[in-house]
Every structure is written in C-alpha cells, then in structure tokens.
C-alpha cells in the first residue's frame, strides 16, 4: 500500500489488510514524525481514542518540583495504580525525564517496602 | 566525601532503649571509620507494603552519612548481621543535592533579573513560595 512508504519501523513490507492503525510506531497521517504514542494529538486510530485528548501537562514541570524522593511515597503513589504497577506517561502526562526519575524513585520506595510490589489485583 | 542516605526498618517489637542502643552503636562504628552521621531521623512505626519476615509493621531509621564508599560498606554490614534491622536501603545523595542546587541558583538568577518592577515585592513573594515549595519535598 502506498502508506506504507512512511512507515519506516514496519516489521512487514507488506501489509494486505488496509487498516495499518495498530501500527504503534506509525504515522500514515499528515502528522509529520510527532513523539511516538500521539500524545494530544488525536487522529482516528490511537488504541480506540478519539480526536484530540486534552493535553495533559506533567505534573512535576508545573509545580516546579525538583527532587522526586523515595521517601514521599503519598506523591509517588499517584502514579502507581491499585494492583501497585507502574502507570505509563501517556495516562499520567508526565514528561519523560521526570517519567525516569519518578520510576527510579517507585522502585526503591517498593524495596523499602513503602510501596507495594504487587496489591490488590 | 560522599553523602549517602541509609534507610532501616527494624522490627516493631524492639523497645526504645534497645533501639537508641543500636543506634548509638552504629553511629560510633561509622565515627571511628571515619565518617559522621549528619542526621538521624526515627520516622516511628509505619505499615510495611508486604509481609517482612513475617512482620507486617516496622520501625523506620533514616541515616544521613558523610563519608566515604567503605563507611557505607561496613555500616550495610553491620546491618545485614544485626538480628533486628529486617531491611535496609541506601541512596547516594550528594549528586542528586548538586543537581538542585544548581537548579535553585538558575531560578533564583532569573527571578532576580525578572524583578526590575516591584523588584522588593518581588523577592519577597518568590522567597516564601521557594522556602515552602523546593524544601518540601527534601523534608518529606
């Protein structure tokens, strides 16, 4: 197919279906090379969302804070869900060095057990 | 000289003189190889997130030692042998507080090249949020 031409990170050449939407890393629309889960910008394939999520900001840019303790385990909880994962940047709008150091800061507050590795599933 | 965070929990049922003991065994240990304890900061009896050899509460120790890597060493150690401290975890701080420190100078320079208006209001109404804001989360 001619979309095919953009994509450059298809593991395929050719593809028969014509819906090369669950393509994770491809952007057959006009969008030019965005980051690679279309964060904010819509379009009509996103894993079932619809046009334009309001854009989420992280949180840690607004606010202005720094230092990502392992000790502050009421802020880091946030960002863990109820079975005690890790959520993804895309659900949370964190940005991604923050993403970095948040997860750093989650794993060793798990080893000294202020986090849980697994709760409630 | 490197600064570190050591963390503990020791288990619930151990009375407070056992622990200030411990305590003050620790801290001489790391006086005599050379290091200091800056701080130590007992953060009471809190809910462990899993089952610790087979205790489900613990009480929380937070050292702060200056000094070098093997300090650290021997002090984890001591840790690992001593029958009531049931998890330790230790962080290397001081690059992490350069980091910031850098970063709380670049912010206070733009916020004093921004104040030409008002600049006395200015200050004031920047240095209290900074006070509470950045220290908040290090004293968390």
Known sequence: ?121 | MRTYEVMFIVRPDMSDEDLDKLISTLESQVGTSGGTIKNVERMGKRRLAYMVRNFADGIYILFTVHGEGLIVRELERRLRVTEPVIKFLTVRVDEEQKRLAKVKKIRESHMKGRGTQAAAAQAAAEAAPTAGGETTPANA
């Open chain 1, 1 to 121: 197919m001619a979309d095919e031409v953009r994509t450059s990170a298809g593991p395929s050449g050719e593809q028969s279906s014509g819906s090369g939407g669950d393509r994770p890393s491809g952007d057959r629309g006009p969008r030019p090379g965005g980051p690679r889960g279309p964060r904010g910008s819509g379009g009509p394939r996103e894993g079932g969302r619809k046009y334009f999520r309001r854009k989420k900001v992280c949180k840690f840019c607004v606010e202005k804070i720094d230092s990502i303790d392992y000790k502050d385990f009421r802020l880091l909880g946030q960002f863990v869900a109820e079975s005690g994962k890790i959520v993804p940047r895309r659900l949370t709008g964190v940005c991604t060095p923050h993403q970095r150091r948040l997860s750093t800061a989650i794993k060793q507050a798990r080893n000294i057990a202020l986090l849980p590795f697994a709760g409630r599933m």
